[in-house]
């Protein structure tokens, strides 16, 4: 286990901060590469909203993905990681009118258009630059996925995407603008999805919807499934790479492509979660009258994942090889939900050890604040160090 980590180098830097293993990084993307290559009609995006650390953005555009965007910023980081514009898709529900003009002036593949006020704006701001804006739009599908129920997106009760009872209605709107042009149709249903049958529920439902825009002449040219696949918290050690066979799998034998139409995936925390640490110290070992809390100098402001969804990571003691104890690891923040875990078992802690939370390089530095005045935690590759 401690092998994995340089301790010599880890012991040198200010806790707490990101450490990323690139050459698992690299490994991941090859596989991810490998896959796709058996289907020429599959492109990836990455999903800048998991992590946004340059170093991580540059090896992820020289493996040749695209981006997803979800912001401006996300777009503009995109594009100083050199990103090309042409492989650049823009999500979310509220796109500001700067961030719309933003992808408009750099030509950017598509917007994913989640309602008709949006598209309506998309079309007068690309009225006024003289230029057509290419647009997918964002069906909400109404399929379940077993997650986590803040990570759900593709059920009617959630606010993203448009209703399918109200496709055809958009598309026909869309088709009559001057400014706009119809690509594709966008899914996503969630994250940290493990259960093949979620993408095949998904599937499934979109052979429907093309079976019925094919009886109206419609023919579209891009189906885009978003993202979902996850990771295996538990077991980051002995699962560090995704199953991104049986993912890619599900779509080419489940999902009825056309020919010459293309299918894009956006994928985030599969490609960048195990590849990522979050590095902390012992503080204290404190000892109450029925348990030992461990309390570490990293806290929810590093990693607000546990107090926010209540998720699990592996916690490791990587300085100590004594017997393990019970601990409660928690951080040093003015708020009771500051807890990583409970009641686990770490190779006996003391003040100085390094302590390890793993499967932290999706949603984990980029989720950072600076609640209590704290400093943000800095991102280190193994190329680095």
Not at 18 to 28: K, N, S
Not at 156 to 162: C, D, L, Q, R, V
Not at 272 to 289: D, F, P
Not at 336 to 357: C, E, M, P, T
Request: include cysteine; charge should be negative; proline fraction near 4%.
């Amino acid at each position: 286990m401690k092998g994995i980590f340089p301790i010599d180098k880890l012991e040198q830097i200010q806790t707490p901060y990101y450490y990323y293993d690139m050459e698992l990084l690299r490994a991941t993307l090859r596989s991810i590469n490998e896959e796709i290559q058996k289907h020429n009609e599959f492109v990836v995006h990455y999903a800048i909203k998991a992590n946004a650390n340059p170093r991580i953005l540059r090896v992820i555009r020289e493996a040749g993905l695209g981006a997803d965007c979800v912001s401006g910023g996300e777009i503009e980081a995109a594009l100083k990681s050199g990103f090309p514009a042409d492989k650049i898709v823009f999500a979310g529900v509220g796109k500001s009118d700067w961030e719309i003009n933003l992808g408009l002036d750099h030509d950017i593949f598509s917007f994913n258009v989640e309602s008709i006020p949006e598209l309506e704006v998309i079309n007068e701001l690309a009225e006024k630059k003289g230029k057509v804006a290419r647009i997918a739009l964002r069906i909400n599908p109404n399929v379940g996925a077993h997650t986590h129920a803040n990570i759900t997106t593709g059920l009617a009760e959630n606010k993203f995407g448009i209703a399918m009872n109200d496709m055809e209605t958009v598309i026909e709107r869309a088709s009559a603008m001057q400014n706009v042009c119809f690509v594709g149709l966008h899914f996503h249903i969630g994250s940290q999805i493990l259960d093949m049958g979620d993408f095949e529920a998904l599937c499934n439902r979109i052979n429907e919807l093309q079976i019925q825009l094919e009886s109206h002449h419609i023919r579209v040219e891009n189906i885009n499934v978003g993202g979902g696949l996850g990771v295996d918290y538990q077991h980051p050690n002995r699962v560090p790479i995704p199953d991104f066979k049986a993912y890619f799998d599900t779509y080419a034998r489940k999902l009825k492509l056309r020919p010459n139409q293309t299918l894009h995936f956006e994928l985030g925390r599969s490609v960048v979660a195990q590849c990522g640490s979050l590095i902390s110290r012992t503080l204290y070992i404190k000892e109450g009258a029925s348990k030992k809390f461990c309390i570490i100098d990293a806290g929810m402001t590093d990693l607000i994942r546990p107090a926010l969804y209540q998720a699990y990571h592996k916690i490791e003691n990587i300085s100590s090889e004594e017997p393990k104890e019970t601990y409660d690891v928690v951080g040093p923040i003015c708020e009771s939900s500051d807890v990583f875990a409970k009641q686990i078992d770490l190779n006996g802690s003391h003040r100085g050890d390094l302590i390890a939370i793993r499967s932290a390089g999706a949603y984990g530095e980029i989720m950072a604040s600076q609640y209590n005045c704290r400093r943000l935690p800095q991102g280190y590759s193994s190329d680095e160090i």
